[in-house]
């Protein structure tokens, strides 16, 4: 019986990926995962800074400090400002702030980020992180 695999995709080429593999078939996971590494590895860093604007303006900058955009939702919320995860990019990774990104957390209730947005809103924080040095 074939077997069927689904590999998601995130950055530009946001998808999944569905191969039907044969019972016996053994070299074509392999190559099945070089493709999708190979798709990942060249959205990733493919974000606009300018495109994460209005998504920072309208979902970000209501909780989150953001230069140009104002002060955040003041102390009691807590929420550090976008600046602190351009400032410190060892703790705050790439990957950290994608996997964060990829949830909703609070107060966005079930709004979720498309990969298209998240890679813009990191190359935001990107940007933030050139323009202080």
Not at 89 to 102: G, Q, V
């Amino acid at each position: 019986m074939a077997r069927r695999i689904i590999i998601p995709i995130y950055g530009q080429l946001e998808g999944t990926l569905a191969v039907m593999l044969a019972p016996s078939s053994k070299v074509v996971p392999i190559f099945v995962i070089a493709i999708a590494l190979a798709f990942a590895g060249s959205a990733s860093a493919a974000g606009d800074a300018n495109q994460a604007k209005g998504i920072i303006a309208e979902h970000c900058a209501d909780c989150h400090a953001v230069p140009g955009y104002g002060e955040g939702g003041g102390p009691a919320l807590e929420a550090p400002p976008l600046q602190v995860f351009a400032d410190d990019p060892t703790t705050y990774s790439e990957d950290r702030l994608r996997t964060s990104l990829r949830q909703p957390h609070w107060p966005m209730g079930q709004f979720r980020l498309s990969a298209r947005d998240i890679d813009n809103i990191l190359a935001f924080i990107a940007e933030l992180r050139h323009n202080t040095k």
